[in-house]
């Protein structure tokens, strides 16, 4: 019986000692708070201790202590944080050497929380030097997305005491933070100085920057931290262009090579093997050269692309000729009917294979976008007295195909068209000829309709905030496709576009300094002191159908100010 009471007695204290949430009344809000008395002193100087605790008003919990606990500088060596009861202890690991006269600031983030509701303490740090005094200055800022303008949450801030470039990638830094989910970030307790500043992804965190495969960002010049320095200009954070490699290549066929690559090979050079009547045709297509060639002697041969030398098969120009034919590039080659019937055996002939006819496939047309017939190879010649356009059964005389200049394989139709009008355009066997000597050996067809002005919208575009001389790249983004472009070079601070003729959706502009003038947005390059590209992209208003809108856009802001009338 007396056994019975004593378990009793045990098993009543230690439910006494469990800390066990309360049931109702009001929900806890308040934040854990420091019990100071109970805590080692902060803002201490002449810091010699290898730990410190700090205790606590009611009973907490430890979470993500890996990612939550920042230490600035960082340090050397691991340490090790625990939780015992109401009290959070931070030992310094024992080979652990710390600076001295320094600063040493030690953010808990996130990671005390009160046990019953998760309440997280607030602006929990603890702060101690190892000279005589605590330094009291601070450097903030922001780190944004260089492309979107979009801030960037746990990039990690990092400060150097040495202007060496390749500091980043030897050596931990100096003082460090992380931004938050707004891209804001504070180091406080910085010494005055002049510092190195960069901004890394630091994905896998070892405080230090892994080259082209972490994003980067950086200031203009070395920061002077004193007493009147304020907010640090948005760092603008970007992924480095890798140098440009090729990556495969793709040569199953006679007449064609493709190339692939990490990025776009604009500037590359591809020089073919010097053989008598090779003849090449060449287009980039983003991160692809495309080389078509006609080899007369279907032999091997080589293609130097870089420093590599790509071997080119000898294929059969005859058999390839032999299935070739000059199409549209968006449609199908017509599907053969009749041939021949096999009865057990025995093969049976049939009537002659025909092509099923096919419908002209209609396709509209915007005056401000041109008018391109895709084929399947390079065009070489066009025949206009093979190429007819009509309207209701009338031969259009003002009508004009040319080759395109921007792809080998299109041909762009001028014609004036008329709103509300249907055109039908036919292009006779042997119309369009393509490096091969191989013309369409089918009548092609085509039909365009152009929608009636009244169904159409007018989008009046000023671009603000310019800097006179800068040349710019703006553009006018159907979603993802592209509806206008616009190149153009600042004479004064604002400019004034007009897009006639626009179907009636929503669209953003995008306007790129093209410091380069390549017409594409490029990244930074940390070495070279480089920024990438500004970029400032915004969703205008709605475009309706016989409505004019009025929009803006600032080359440094992203202000609206739309109108719209009718």
């Known amino acids: 019986m007396k056994q019975l009471t004593l378990l009793a007695c045990i098993l009543g204290l230690i439910a006494c000692a469990r800390p066990i949430a309360p049931e109702g009344g009001p929900k806890d809000t308040t934040p854990p708070g ?14 010699e201790g290898r730990s410190f605790q700090l205790t606590f008003d009611e009973w907490v919990t430890l979470q993500d202590v890996g990612t939550q606990v920042l230490i600035s500088p960082p340090l050397a060596k691991r340490p ?37 509701e998760g309440n997280p303490a607030k ?29 960037m949450e746990n990039i990690s801030i990092l400060l150097y005491d040495v202007a060496d470039d390749s500091i980043i990638t030897k050596e931990r830094p ?76 793709e040569i199953n066929r006679f007449g064609l090579v493709k190339i692939f690559f990490n990025g776009p090979p604009d500037t590359v050079q591809v020089q073919p093997a010097d053989l008598p009547g090779l003849r090449t045709v060449r287009h980039t297509d983003q991160d692809t050269i495309l080389l078509w060639y006609d080899n007369p002697d279907s032999t091997a041969w080589n293609l130097l692309v870089l420093e590599d030398t790509v071997p080119v098969k000898a294929f059969s120009r005859n058999g390839f000729l032999q299935k070739h034919s000059m199409t549209f590039r968006d449609e199908r080659p017509p599907a053969p009917v009749g041939g021949q019937q096999r009865q057990g055996r025995q093969t049976t002939p049939q009537t002659p294979a025909v092509p099923i006819p096919r419908l002209a496939r209609t396709v ?39 080759r395109d200049t921007a792809d080998p394989r299109a041909v762009q139709v001028l014609v004036d068209w008329q709103p509300g009008v249907r055109y039908d355009l036919t292009l006779l066997p042997g119309a369009v000829v393509d490096l091969f ?31 006179p001389g800068q040349p710019y790249l703006l553009r006018l983004l159907n979603n993802n496709e592209l509806e206008s472009e616009r190149t153009f070079t ?42 990438p590209e500004r970029i400032v992209q915004k969703k205008l208003d709605p475009l309706r159908a016989n409505w004019e809108v009025e929009s803006s856009i600032q080359a440094q802001s992203t202000g609206d100010n739309s109108r719209r009338r009718q």
């Open 437 to 467: 000597g191989v013309g369409n050996t089918d009548t092609l067809l085509r039909s365009f309709t152009v929608p009636e002005t009244k169904q159409l919208g007018i989008l009046n575009l000023t671009v603000g905030d310019l800097e």
């Open 174 to 249: 100096y003082y460090m933070a992380r931004s938050d989910k707004s891209g804001q970030f504070s180091i406080p307790n910085v010494r005055a100085g002049r510092f190195k500043c960069v901004a890394i992804e630091d994905a896998n965190q070892n405080l230090k920057w892994d080259g082209e495969t972490e994003q980067i960002g950086f200031p203009d010049s070395m920061i002077v931290v004193n007493d009147s320095l304020r907010s640090l200009p948005a760092i603008r954070v970007f992924k480095p262009e890798p140098r440009l490699r090729m990556l495969r290549q």
């Open 364 to 402: 509209n047309v915007y005056p401000n976008k041109p008018v391109l017939l895709p084929f399947n190879s390079p065009v070489e010649t066009i025949d206009t007295s093979k190429c007819r356009i009509q309207s209701d059964s009338v031969d259009v005389r003002m009508f004009l195909p040319v």
């Open 123 to 151: 602006d929990l740090r603890f702060v101690f030097s190892t000279g005589d005094y605590i330094d009291s200055l601070s450097v903030s800022g922001s780190v944004v997305n260089a492309q979107t303008g979009d801030p």
């Open 80 to 116: 090790e944080v625990t939780l015992k009861g109401r009290t959070v202890t931070f030992r310094f690991d024992e080979s652990e050497e710390l600076r001295p006269n320094t600063t040493y600031t030690i953010n808990f983030g996130t990671a005390v929380k009160d046990l019953h």
């Open 34 to 47: 420091l019990v100071p008395e109970k805590s080692t002193p902060n803002l201490s100087t002449r810091f």
């Open 490 to 531: 600042a004479d004064s601070s604002s400019v004034r576009f007009v897009f006639s003729g626009l179907q009636p959706v929503t669209y953003t502009a995008q306007l790129i300094s093209d410091d380069n003038r390549n017409r594409r947005w490029d990244p930074g390059a940390y070495y070279l002191r480089r920024q």
